[in-house]
């Protein structure tokens, strides 16, 4: 997947029906954490860009055509040198009774809110998100852990995007808790608050390799046990994969 | 037995066994685990002590080939995840992108896809209670169920030219247009049907053997339910009365007149009932809607190539199985970063442990049939 | 010599015709069965091999007659080859006490109903030397549950039985067909708790639904027959079927009447002959059947159903024909038509076994054994008590036959409905228990 640079600033057509804001920043993804406070004065903290950078050879997936992928070096500097790109009209800062709350108990830990296409995101810091999570299950009644999965950026510092998507039966509410962690940093579990979170942690395990603290039997579920690598990774490269497999089992150069 | 409590079915080694204590492997091959599913069961005498879930036969890395393909090209792979009601899995793919993309698709596209995905509702309730009563030995039902899938199946097979895996629905909209008698079709179909409901009731619901099969087995109580993230019709026979149609509609689901079925034991019988009832609630939406499709376009106007702006959306629906949800996460390009497909069998599926623990072994092949998996779901 | 030939010489024809037409008539039920299954579940069943899968049988025989032979590592070879022959043998056997007619049988014993049960108990060695020789730990377990399933009904069945002996005084099959006729009246109608139960009891002796659980789920593998295919195979499913025609013939004998005309007491005689009216019922039947097929035969889509159905209303006429002709002689009409009613009852207990199996889901094995100690035993020797109660009434005290009969029903059906009840009460508490752990 090739991105467009931002210095280009071309806008990316959203395509929308009905023509709603302008374009968003180009190859926009998550805001990171390391833009405080503007982000919560303004909708338009400049969103740096998350590249992805595919380890050759690239997918045969028909692209369009786009420049070639830049360095996150490159970019992460461009991004910060960037004007502030137009506001994103789905994206909306979140300041209700819930977020205050949550930020009055836990302060500095819960790092951002914001809605996404209406929906409700808190972006929490990671050696927390138990006590938090079991403060949205006990005090905000978020009862039911809808599910639990991960997001790979490899550009990013801390490249994992952990979430929970809850939901509140008393409410009809839901939301979702981020946490950002590094690779080989552990995420708590939250086993022990919702059951259903065992063998969904234990998914984000096989498929990420994020380590869950706590997490009474963390092992593959989906995958052989013999495993090597993590599929979901942006940086997983399944040809190399093949190629070592066909020659270790069958002796021959794949013809991939 | 303290370190199997509360762990949604650990590891069951040898090394762990006490001294009247077997293990039995329901091995992947097994007419009756509906698809490839191992579980090991650690037995003390008849009574079952602990499950362990061994799945994945059936991984074929749906989510890391969405993000080498474009929206719409990434669509028919969703049907193949429960391939027994695919049409159900369009509709959510579909709206989740939809809701990405800030836009919906028009009225009478809702109201066609209500109606499909209610038909499909019916033939995936169908092959589960056909399946489920031959695991419990009722060798006839089976067959009438499926004469009665074949007609709605028929019905695809007009709309969309296949009949399983069917793609039917298109982001935006639909592609096709309704055929010609497809009104009279579902309308002929939905008023036969409730006799045949009444038919296969008259040889389950009251049945001595039927019921002593199935009450009182498996009980999932709604608090296990809800700390296991279960949803569906086996959240429902728990006693807690949710349905995603009418908590946070979609489609046109507002529209209509429809009943959420409940029970309260969360037994196999419940859950039975449950979904006999969800059958008969399906065709009378579909009777509603069928009455009065509006007029107008059938798909939104968002043009080919399709680049939704940054972002990330969680959309679920109500499939058959329970909640089928689409966490996608857009960077502004034409294929998604991410896809996340939150599967209701596999969440729904780790209640097996709870469900069968402490019960008989000969109990275990009604429990996994009652919880309606598919493993196409389960593994993606 | 040929004076102590002679009386062995009509018993040994008949041996060798039983011997030799019963394993055709079980391959013959067995697609009895598949058809009848198919209608039950809306298709057609076996259609290709042969005019509507009549030729089925054969071409399933043939195939096993071919099929490799397996014999299991470490099997216990002797044991292994003799179980499936012990399971067929005492089947055979037992239709040796059997009246198909009013001379028409190998063996008139005095005891013949002892004859029959001792044999057939005899038969479940057979299965539990094949799971035993099978040298594996789950073919054993099946082989021990059927076991355990069979001799828990066999008393049932046996208490059941009573009744009826009790009602005809003699163990002797023949004599208890007699006394029905002579008394006027088929013992169903005298004891019908009895029959029930061994229609109940018959259907686990014969490992049918709703009681096959060792033989169906097992707990994931299949029963005593696992490591047996082929011809070895084949005896186990004929001794299965030859079982159920066994079971199906001692309903009819104790309770149905046997080869007994329906209404056998009624004289209705055709005025100006001494044939009787519900004497014609035989012929005109087949006439209607070959009448049917005609009339059927020209709407047959494919030239071949045509003369499929021409053919079987030509072998209808002449089993009409063969009827018809047997009223005029008195030597042999009681028994063709004894014959032919025999096998009409037989038919219609088996196609009651068909039915049942189509339409019920199965019995969970501990549930199974629940309902043969708890139910039916105890319901059967109260039924036993009543019969005797009744019978008492009857001779001693001057009451009437139905009368009597119908006031022990009453009772035993009052116990009958006591026992359930607690059996569902003790369920729910096991259920409760189970899952309050």
């Given at each position: 997947?090739?991105?467009?640079?931002?210095?280009?600033?071309?806008?990316?057509?959203?395509?929308t029906?009905?023509?709603?804001?302008?374009?968003?920043?180009?190859g926009?993804?998550?805001?990171?954490?390391?833009?405080?406070?503007?982000a919560?004065?303004s909708?338009?903290?400049?969103?740096?860009?998350g590249?992805?950078e595919?380890s050759?050879?690239?997918?045969a997936?028909?692209?369009p055509?786009a420049?070639?992928?830049?360095?996150?070096?490159?970019?992460?500097a461009?991004?910060?040198?960037?004007?502030?790109p137009?506001?994103?009209?789905?994206?909306?800062?979140?300041?209700?009774?819930?977020?205050?709350?949550?930020?009055?108990?836990?302060?500095?830990?819960?790092?951002?809110?914001?809605?996404?296409?209406?929906?409700?995101?808190?972006?929490?810091?990671?050696?927390?998100?138990?006590?938090?999570?079991?403060?949205?299950?006990?005090?905000?009644?978020?009862?039911?852990?809808?599910?639990?999965?991960?997001?790979?950026?490899?550009?990013?510092?801390?490249?994992?995007?952990?979430?929970?998507?809850?939901?509140?039966f008393?409410?009809?509410?839901?939301?979702?808790?981020?946490?950002?962690?590094?690779?080989?940093?552990?995420?708590?579990?939250v086993?022990?608050?919702?059951?259903?979170?065992?063998w969904?942690?234990?998914e984000?395990?096989?498929?990420?390799?994020?380590?869950?603290?706590?997490?009474?039997?963390?092992?593959?579920?989906?995958?052989?046990?013999?495993?090597e690598?993590?599929?979901?990774?942006?940086?997983?490269?399944?040809?190399?994969?093949?190629?070592?497999?066909?020659?270790?089992?069958?002796?021959?150069?794949?013809?991939? | 037995?303290?370190?199997?409590?509360?762990?949604?079915?650990?590891?069951?080694?040898?090394?762990?066994?006490?001294?009247?204590?077997?293990i039995?492997?329901?091995?992947?091959?097994?007419?009756?685990?509906h698809?490839?599913?191992r579980?090991k069961?650690k037995l003390?005498?008849?009574?079952?002590?602990g499950?362990?879930?061994?799945?994945?036969?059936?991984?074929?890395?749906?989510?890391?080939?969405?993000?080498h393909?474009?929206?719409?090209?990434?669509?028919?792979?969703?049907?193949?995840?429960?391939?027994?009601?695919?049409?159900?899995?369009?509709?959510?793919?579909?709206?989740?992108?939809?809701?990405?993309?800030?836009?919906?698709?028009?009225?009478?596209?809702?109201?066609?896809?209500?109606?499909?995905?209610?038909?499909?509702?019916i033939?995936?309730?169908?092959?589960?209670?056909?399946?489920?009563?031959l695991?419990?030995?009722?060798l006839?039902?089976?067959?009438?169920?499926?004469?009665e899938?074949?007609?709605?199946?028929?019905?695809?097979?007009?709309?969309?030219?296949?009949?399983l895996t069917?793609?039917?629905?298109?982001?935006g909209?639909?592609?096709?247009?309704t055929?010609d008698?497809?009104?009279?079709?579902?309308?002929r179909?939905?008023?036969?049907?409730t006799?045949k409901?009444?038919?296969?009731?008259?040889?389950?619901?009251?049945?001595r053997?039927?019921?002593?099969?199935?009450?009182?087995?498996?009980?999932?109580?709604?608090?296990?339910a809800?700390?296991?993230?279960?949803?569906?019709?086996v959240?429902?026979?728990?006693?807690?009365?949710?349905?995603?149609?009418?908590?946070?509609?979609?489609?046109?689901?507002?529209?209509?007149?429809?009943?959420?079925?409940?029970?309260?034991?969360g037994?196999?019988?419940?859950?039975?009932?449950?979904?006999?009832?969800?059958?008969?609630?399906?065709?009378?939406?579909?009777?509603?809607?069928?009455e009065?499709?509006?007029?107008?376009?059938?798909?939104a106007?968002?043009?080919?190539?399709?680049?939704p702006?940054?972002?990330?959306?969680?959309?679920?629906?109500?499939?058959?199985?329970?909640?089928?949800?689409?966490y996608?996460?857009?960077?502004?390009?034409?294929?998604?970063?991410?896809?996340r497909?939150?599967p209701p069998?596999?969440?729904?599926l780790?209640?097996l442990?709870?469900?069968?623990?402490?019960?008989?072994?000969?109990?275990v092949?009604?429990?996994?049939?009652?919880?309606?998996i598919?493993?196409?779901?389960?593994?993606? | 010599?040929?004076?102590t030939?002679?009386?062995?010489?009509?018993?040994?024809?008949?041996g060798?015709?039983?011997?030799?037409?019963?394993?055709?008539?079980?391959?013959?039920?067995?697609?009895?069965?598949?058809?009848?299954?198919?209608?039950?579940?809306?298709?057609?069943?076996?259609?290709?091999?042969?005019?509507?899968?009549?030729?089925?049988?054969?071409?399933?025989?043939?195939?096993?007659?071919?099929?490799?032979?397996?014999?299991?590592?470490?099997?216990?070879?002797?044991?292994?080859?003799?179980a499936?022959?012990?399971?067929?043998?005492?089947?055979?056997?037992?239709?040796?006490?059997?009246p198909?007619?009013?001379?028409?049988?190998?063996?008139?014993?005095?005891?013949?109903?002892?004859?029959?049960?001792?044999?057939?108990?005899?038969?479940i060695?057979?299965?539990v030397?094949?799971?035993w020789?099978?040298n594996?730990?789950?073919?054993?377990?099946g082989?021990?549950?059927?076991?355990?399933?069979?001799?828990?009904?066999?008393?049932?069945?046996?208490?059941?039985?009573?009744?009826?002996?009790?009602?005809?005084?003699?163990?002797?099959?023949?004599?208890?067909?007699?006394?029905?006729?002579n008394?006027?009246?088929?013992?169903?109608?005298c004891?019908?708790?009895?029959?029930?139960?061994?229609?109940v009891?018959?259907?686990?002796?014969?490992?049918?639904?709703?009681?096959?659980f060792?033989?169906?789920e097992?707990?994931l593998?299949?029963?005593y027959?696992?490591?047996?295919?082929?011809?070895?195979?084949?005896?186990?499913?004929?001794?299965?079927?030859?079982?159920?025609i066994?079971?199906?013939?001692?309903?009819?004998?104790?309770?149905?009447?046997?080869?007994?005309?329906?209404?056998?007491?009624?004289?209705?005689?055709?005025?100006?002959?001494?044939?009787e009216?519900?004497?014609?019922?035989?012929?005109?039947f087949?006439?209607?059947?070959?009448?049917?097929?005609?009339?059927r035969?020209?709407?047959?889509?494919v030239?071949?159903?045509?003369?499929?159905?021409?053919?079987?209303?030509?072998?209808?006429l002449?089993?009409?024909?063969?009827?018809?002709?047997?009223?005029?002689?008195?030597?042999?009409?009681?028994?063709?038509?004894?014959?032919?009613?025999?096998?009409?009852?037989?038919?219609?207990?088996?196609?009651?076994?068909?039915?049942?199996r189509?339409?019920?889901?199965?019995?969970?094995?501990?549930?199974?054994?629940?309902?043969?100690?708890?139910i039916?035993?105890?319901?059967?020797?109260?039924?036993?008590?009543?019969?005797?109660?009744a019978?008492?009434?009857?001779?001693?005290?001057g009451?009437?036959?139905f009368?009597?009969?119908?006031?022990?029903t009453?009772?035993?059906l009052?116990?009958?409905?006591?026992?359930?009840?607690?059996?569902?009460?003790?369920?729910?508490?096991?259920?409760?228990?189970?899952?309050?752990?």
């Amino acid at each position: 997947m090739a991105e467009e640079v931002p210095e280009k600033d071309k806008p990316a057509a959203p395509l929308t029906e009905g023509g709603a804001a302008p374009s968003s920043a180009p190859g926009a993804a998550t805001p990171k954490p390391d833009v405080p406070t503007a982000a919560v004065a303004s909708p338009d903290a400049p969103k740096p860009v998350g590249e992805v950078e595919i380890s050759a050879p690239a997918p045969a997936a028909p692209k369009p055509a786009a420049p070639a992928p830049k360095t996150a070096a490159t970019a992460a500097a461009v991004a910060a040198k960037a004007a502030a790109p137009p506001p994103v009209a789905q994206q909306t800062v979140l300041d209700n009774e819930l977020v205050r709350r949550m930020k009055s108990q836990f302060g500095g830990t819960i790092q951002e809110a914001w809605l996404d296409r209406k929906q409700a995101i808190l972006v929490v810091a990671a050696p927390l998100l138990s006590e938090i999570a079991r403060c949205c299950r006990d005090d905000e009644q978020f009862d039911m852990l809808v599910d639990l999965t991960a997001v790979d950026w490899p550009k990013r510092e801390k490249r994992f995007d952990v979430i929970l998507n809850l939901y509140s039966f008393a409410k009809n509410e839901r939301l979702r808790l981020k946490t950002m962690v590094s690779e080989g940093e552990s995420a708590p579990s939250v086993c022990s608050i919702w059951a259903a979170a065992n063998w969904l942690e234990r998914e984000v395990w096989d498929m990420f390799g994020i380590d869950f603290e706590g997490h009474p039997d963390l092992r593959r579920i989906l995958l052989p046990d013999e495993w090597e690598g993590f599929p979901l990774r942006k940086d997983y490269d399944i040809l190399k994969q093949d190629t070592a497999w066909v020659q270790a089992n069958l002796g021959i150069e794949s013809g991939q | 037995m303290d370190e199997y409590s509360n762990r949604g079915g650990s590891s069951v080694s040898t090394t762990e066994l006490g001294a009247d204590e077997i293990i039995l492997n329901m091995g992947p091959q097994h007419p009756s685990t509906h698809g490839v599913l191992r579980v090991k069961l650690k037995l003390d005498g008849e009574r079952v002590a602990g499950t362990e879930c061994i799945i994945g036969y059936l991984h074929r890395g749906v989510e890391k080939i969405a993000e080498h393909r474009t929206y719409q090209q990434f669509a028919p792979y969703v049907d193949r995840m429960d391939y027994v009601a695919a049409v159900s899995n369009g509709l959510g793919y579909c709206e989740a992108v939809e809701k990405l993309l800030l836009t919906e698709a028009p009225p009478r596209a809702r109201v066609v896809r209500t109606i499909l995905t209610e038909l499909q509702r019916i033939a995936s309730h169908l092959l589960w209670l056909g399946t489920h009563a031959l695991d419990i030995g009722a060798l006839t039902p089976v067959f009438y169920c499926f004469r009665e899938r074949e007609e709605i199946l028929k019905i695809f097979e007009k709309y969309c030219g296949a009949r399983l895996t069917t793609h039917a629905f298109r982001i935006g909209g639909l592609q096709y247009e309704t055929y010609d008698g497809f009104e009279a079709d579902v309308k002929r179909f939905c008023a036969d049907f409730t006799h045949k409901i009444d038919e296969y009731e008259t040889l389950l619901t009251l049945n001595r053997i039927w019921v002593s099969r199935t009450k009182g087995v498996g009980i999932l109580t709604a608090e296990d339910a809800i700390a296991l993230g279960v949803t569906g019709p086996v959240l429902r026979a728990s006693g807690i009365k949710w349905d995603l149609r009418k908590a946070q509609p979609y489609a046109a689901y507002d529209k209509y007149d429809f009943e959420i079925p409940t029970r309260e034991h969360g037994d196999t019988y419940d859950r039975y009932l449950v979904r006999m009832d969800e059958m008969r609630q399906s065709q009378r939406i579909c009777m509603q809607a069928v009455e009065d499709i509006p007029v107008g376009a059938i798909m939104a106007r968002i043009g080919k190539v399709l680049k939704p702006p940054p972002g990330e959306v969680y959309h679920s629906i109500e499939a058959p199985k329970g909640e089928l949800g689409y966490y996608i996460v857009s960077d502004g390009t034409v294929q998604p970063y991410r896809v996340r497909v939150r599967p209701p069998s596999f969440i729904n599926l780790q209640a097996l442990d709870k469900m069968a623990r402490g019960g008989l072994v000969a109990d275990v092949v009604a429990i996994i049939g009652t919880i309606d998996i598919v493993l196409g779901e389960v593994d993606r | 010599m040929l004076e102590t030939v002679k009386p062995y010489l009509w018993p040994v024809l008949f041996g060798v015709i039983v011997v030799a037409v019963l394993p055709l008539l079980a391959g013959y039920v067995v697609l009895l069965e598949r058809k009848v299954m198919a209608d039950m579940q809306a298709r057609l069943g076996p259609m290709r091999v042969g005019p509507h899968g009549l030729l089925q049988p054969i071409a399933d025989a043939l195939k096993l007659l071919i099929k490799e032979d397996i014999v299991p590592l470490n099997a216990d070879r002797v044991i292994f080859w003799l179980a499936p022959v012990l399971s067929v043998t005492t089947a055979l056997v037992a239709y040796a006490a059997i009246p198909f007619g009013p001379g028409f049988q190998i063996a008139d014993m005095n005891i013949g109903l002892l004859f029959i049960l001792a044999v057939s108990s005899l038969g479940i060695y057979g299965i539990v030397l094949g799971g035993w020789s099978s040298n594996s730990n789950y073919s054993l377990m099946g082989a021990i549950r059927s076991v355990a399933q069979l001799v828990s009904y066999e008393t049932a069945a046996g208490l059941a039985l009573i009744s009826a002996l009790m009602m005809g005084s003699s163990l002797s099959l023949r004599a208890l067909v007699m006394a029905q006729q002579n008394q006027g009246v088929w013992f169903i109608f005298c004891v019908p708790i009895a029959f029930f139960i061994y229609l109940v009891a018959s259907i686990a002796e014969t490992n049918r639904a709703p009681f096959d659980f060792p033989e169906a789920e097992s707990e994931l593998v299949a029963g005593y027959m696992t490591e047996y295919s082929g011809f070895r195979w084949s005896l186990y499913f004929l001794a299965e079927y030859a079982n159920m025609i066994i079971v199906a013939s001692v309903a009819t004998t104790l309770f149905l009447g046997g080869w007994l005309r329906p209404l056998a007491s009624v004289h209705l005689q055709i005025p100006g002959t001494r044939m009787e009216i519900l004497d014609l019922i035989p012929p005109l039947f087949f006439l209607a059947l070959a009448g049917y097929c005609v009339l059927r035969a020209p709407r047959q889509p494919v030239a071949v159903q045509k003369v499929f159905m021409l053919l079987v209303a030509g072998f209808c006429l002449l089993l009409a024909a063969a009827l018809g002709w047997s009223l005029t002689s008195a030597e042999f009409l009681p028994a063709i038509h004894g014959a032919f009613w025999f096998l009409a009852k037989v038919f219609v207990y088996i196609y009651a076994f068909l039915w049942i199996r189509f339409t019920f889901p199965r019995y969970r094995f501990d549930q199974l054994m629940n309902l043969g100690w708890r139910i039916l035993i105890p319901l059967a020797l109260t039924n036993l008590v009543g019969v005797g109660v009744a019978l008492v009434l009857h001779s001693a005290r001057g009451w009437g036959l139905f009368p009597a009969f119908l006031l022990t029903t009453l009772a035993t059906l009052a116990v009958a409905g006591f026992l359930v009840n607690e059996g569902d009460k003790r369920l729910k508490v096991v259920a409760v228990g189970a899952n309050g752990e």
